[in-house]
């Protein structure tokens, strides 16, 4: 026994997604998704103007990939499909070299005993469909749950976790609220659509996973990050933060989980005359199909204090009406990715799981450290001595255990990410895996420190301090 022991079965793994590993291949058949078209656009936005096409290889190096990861402990391993490569246009045809790829990978790892967990959208919406409005279009919404059943009906006699959507928060930000995906809109009305065509999105395909009665679990991966008021006790400070979580965190977790959306929320947005365009049997569907399991990515905490900067009219109403983000003095930070590095938050998360939620069956899906520069910690063996993010993973770990001494209902812990990997906008600035790649040199792989350390984890089931 070691001092933090974790239930016997606990998952071990990683998480990563197809766009951030798969790479291109001259006639691999995919088509394009809107990272592909960003880059050919505006390489000049993305981290020395490295693009998707140029990621870790994973199409072709799969097979000793998996090797890596049965050598860093992982039980467990998460990726996605990519629509754009399953299905190129996005509606139509299903492309055969996809579809080889994809059973090929889930065989591989079935071989090595590492479960697939398989997400379905991952920031990556084909081309095609966005060029008619992405996620703003309802057609978007009904080509989707063609993928998911297109990916069930393929994989789904072997995969048996299957995963909506990873962040879909993310999308509405970075598309259509601040600038940091394509279509690079600012329009609150736009976001609203968006996430209420995803959700919707979400519930149709677990309508139709469950229908299938492939006798494996559904859910969604959201990044749950809890809003801190600046000053617990000073109300506008609370109220502005509730605000914050019911844009951000409610505004998925509340219809994933309950069916219904907050009714704050609905208020809020009503006011703003921006409620989204809705069909009268929708808001029934969302009800009726819920989530199996809850994905959880946590990286940091938002902070919050009430508004007091003036309000910016110039894109119309934002949600950052509503508060202003704080710098909480003596935060401990990340300076690479510029995130605060709150440990507690992962626990914080898990009660409120527990207690509002009705405790539902989850995980940890992401969670980890990104840093610049990391050729700087390589010893003499040539390994990069990561001592600062096996820290970072204990000292979570320590909090995701206390969680599970008070009940709550977590089932594992998966890693961001397994080897370095392409991060959108940030390209490979920051490296995340337990597993170096050397761009270099054709992508060559070592393990870190870390994977090294998590390979004792996972076979203890735990650590000591
Ligand atoms: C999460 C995403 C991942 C990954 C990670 C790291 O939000 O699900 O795709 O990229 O964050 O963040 P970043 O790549 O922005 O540094």
Same mark, same amino acid.
């Given at each position: 026994m070691t001092k933090y022991q974790f239930p016997k079965g606990f998952w071990w793994g990683s998480a990563a997604s197809g766009p951030q590993t798969e790479g291109r291949l001259p006639n691999d058949g995919k088509g394009d998704s809107i990272w592909d078209e960003w880059f050919k656009e505006?390489? !000049?936005?993305f981290f020395n103007q490295?693009?998707? !096409?140029?990621?870790?290889?994973f199409l072709t190096k799969y097979k000793e990939d998996i090797q890596l990861m049965k050598a860093t402990g992982h039980t467990s391993y998460r990726t996605s499909i990519q629509w754009s490569r399953l299905i190129p246009e996005g509606t139509? @045809?299903?492309?055969q070299k996809a579809v080889t790829f994809y059973n090929a990978v889930i065989d591989e790892l079935l071989a090595n005993d590492i479960e697939p967990f398989i997400n379905?959208?991952?920031?990556?919406?084909p081309m095609k469909l966005q060029e008619k409005?992405?996620?703003?279009?309802?057609e978007t919404v009904e080509a989707y749950v063609v993928f998911a059943e297109t990916c069930f009906k393929l994989f789904g006699d072997r995969v048996k976790k299957w995963f909506?959507?990873?962040?879909?928060?993310v999308p509405v930000e970075g598309?259509?609220? $601040?600038?940091?995906? $394509?279509?690079n809109h600012i329009n609150m009305k736009e976001a609203v659509q968006v996430g209420y065509h995803e959700n919707l999105a979400s519930a149709m395909a677990i309508k139709a996973y469950h229908e299938l009665d492939l006798g494996g679990e559904i859910g969604i991966i959201l990044n749950l990050t809890p809003s801190y008021p600046r000053? @617990?006790?000073n109300a506008a400070d609370v109220k502005a933060a509730n605000y914050a979580d019911l844009f951000f965190?409610?505004?998925f977790l509340d219809p994933a989980i309950k069916g219904e959306f907050p009714i704050e929320l609905v208020e809020v947005i009503g006011e703003l005359g921006m409620l989204p365009e809705i069909k009268d049997e929708d808001l029934e569907l969302i009800k009726e199909n819920t989530i199996d399991l809850l994905g959880i990515n946590y990286y940091q905490p938002r902070r919050i204090k009430a508004k007091e900067s003036a309000i910016d009219h110039t894109n119309g109403p934002m949600p950052d009406d509503y508060f202003d983000n704080y710098e909480m003095p003596g935060r401990k930070m990340n300076p690479y990715r510029g995130w605060e590095i709150y440990e507690k938050g992962i626990y914080d998360i898990l009660t409120n799981v527990r207690e509002n939620y009705g405790?539902?069956?989850?995980?940890?899906s992401e969670n980890g450290m990104g840093v610049e520069g !990391? !050729?700087?910690?390589?010893d003499e063996q040539g390994v990069i001595q990561d001592d600062y993010r096996i820290e970072f993973v204990k000292d979570h770990l320590k909090y995701v255990f206390q969680a599970i001494q008070e009940g709550s209902n977590v089932q594992g812990y998966h890693m961001w990410t397994c080897m370095d990997n392409w991060s959108w906008m940030? @390209? $490979?600035?920051n490296r995340y895996g337990f597993i170096a790649v050397d761009l270099d040199q054709d992508g060559k792989r070592t393990i870190k420190k870390s994977g090294h350390w998590f390979k004792t984890v996972s076979d203890l089931n735990g650590f000591e301090d």
């Amino acid at each position: 026994m070691t001092k933090y022991q974790f239930p016997k079965g606990f998952w071990w793994g990683s998480a990563a997604s197809g766009p951030q590993t798969e790479g291109r291949l001259p006639n691999d058949g995919k088509g394009d998704s809107i990272w592909d078209e960003w880059f050919k656009e505006s390489s !000049e936005r993305f981290f020395n103007q490295v693009g998707p !096409e140029k990621t870790s290889q994973f199409l072709t190096k799969y097979k000793e990939d998996i090797q890596l990861m049965k050598a860093t402990g992982h039980t467990s391993y998460r990726t996605s499909i990519q629509w754009s490569r399953l299905i190129p246009e996005g509606t139509g @045809a299903v492309n055969q070299k996809a579809v080889t790829f994809y059973n090929a990978v889930i065989d591989e790892l079935l071989a090595n005993d590492i479960e697939p967990f398989i997400n379905l959208f991952h920031f990556d919406m084909p081309m095609k469909l966005q060029e008619k409005g992405g996620w703003l279009n309802r057609e978007t919404v009904e080509a989707y749950v063609v993928f998911a059943e297109t990916c069930f009906k393929l994989f789904g006699d072997r995969v048996k976790k299957w995963f909506t959507h990873n962040e879909p928060i993310v999308p509405v930000e970075g598309g259509y609220l $601040y600038d940091f995906h $394509y279509p690079n809109h600012i329009n609150m009305k736009e976001a609203v659509q968006v996430g209420y065509h995803e959700n919707l999105a979400s519930a149709m395909a677990i309508k139709a996973y469950h229908e299938l009665d492939l006798g494996g679990e559904i859910g969604i991966i959201l990044n749950l990050t809890p809003s801190y008021p600046r000053d @617990a006790k000073n109300a506008a400070d609370v109220k502005a933060a509730n605000y914050a979580d019911l844009f951000f965190n409610r505004s998925f977790l509340d219809p994933a989980i309950k069916g219904e959306f907050p009714i704050e929320l609905v208020e809020v947005i009503g006011e703003l005359g921006m409620l989204p365009e809705i069909k009268d049997e929708d808001l029934e569907l969302i009800k009726e199909n819920t989530i199996d399991l809850l994905g959880i990515n946590y990286y940091q905490p938002r902070r919050i204090k009430a508004k007091e900067s003036a309000i910016d009219h110039t894109n119309g109403p934002m949600p950052d009406d509503y508060f202003d983000n704080y710098e909480m003095p003596g935060r401990k930070m990340n300076p690479y990715r510029g995130w605060e590095i709150y440990e507690k938050g992962i626990y914080d998360i898990l009660t409120n799981v527990r207690e509002n939620y009705g405790n539902i069956r989850c995980y940890i899906s992401e969670n980890g450290m990104g840093v610049e520069g !990391e !050729e700087q910690y390589i010893d003499e063996q040539g390994v990069i001595q990561d001592d600062y993010r096996i820290e970072f993973v204990k000292d979570h770990l320590k909090y995701v255990f206390q969680a599970i001494q008070e009940g709550s209902n977590v089932q594992g812990y998966h890693m961001w990410t397994c080897m370095d990997n392409w991060s959108w906008m940030n @390209a $490979y600035k920051n490296r995340y895996g337990f597993i170096a790649v050397d761009l270099d040199q054709d992508g060559k792989r070592t393990i870190k420190k870390s994977g090294h350390w998590f390979k004792t984890v996972s076979d203890l089931n735990g650590f000591e301090d």
